[in-house]
């Protein structure tokens, strides 16, 4: 399901601990790092696509999460034309997401990468929120930024301001 401009609807997800580290899943059979992410159904709220997708890929449950807030706007991003699949060139153009920020209340042993028939990571960790992209594949990378600028807020309310990843590299 594409819209008029060419983007596939698709929700992700940056899934923090209580120490507001993010969970990165490491791609089946791939050295890439990312948060979980798909594609939303048709007849699927963002919030349904979001739930769905963390269960097939983390196996993590409602009951396990808790939303701490999502992106305002869809953020897009191109898939260069190298990696598309022949059928798909001409009218996709990439992605358009809403990202959500959850909080885990579950257990860390909650976390079932298996849990699926076609498991989409192999690994996890988790990383300090600012982690460095460069373990993202490129033409993603400006849309995890955006999407980590603007959910921080949400985690770091009464702590004062966390600094961007452009001031630490400053100091």
């Known amino acids: 399901m594409l819209d008029r401009d060419g983007y596939r609807p698709n929700v992700g997800i940056i899934l923090c601990n209580g120490r507001n580290e993010v969970f990165w899943g490491k791609r089946v059979k791939e050295h890439s790092w990312q948060f979980p992410q798909g594609g939303i159904k048709l007849g699927e709220t963002p919030v349904q696509a979001m739930y769905r997708e963390l269960r097939e890929e983390v196996g993590l449950l409602p009951s396990h999460v808790k939303i701490l807030g999502r992106t ?45 028939e076609r498991p989409e990571f192999d690994a996890w960790r988790w990383n300090d ?43």
């Open 72 to 116: 305002r706007n869809w953020l897009r991003y191109e898939v260069p034309a190298q990696w598309l699949k022949r059928d798909w060139r001409g009218n996709y153009r990439g992605q358009k997401q809403i990202w959500f920020l959850l909080r885990l209340v579950g257990r860390e042993c909650d976390v079932r990468l298996r849990a699926s």
């Open 129 to 171: 929120y600012w982690i460095p992209l460069d373990s993202v594949i490129d033409f993603k990378r400006e849309v995890y930024q955006h999407a980590l600028t603007e959910l921080a807020r949400y985690l770091f309310r009464g702590q004062g301001r966390k600094p961007l990843p452009a001031e630490i590299a400053s100091r």
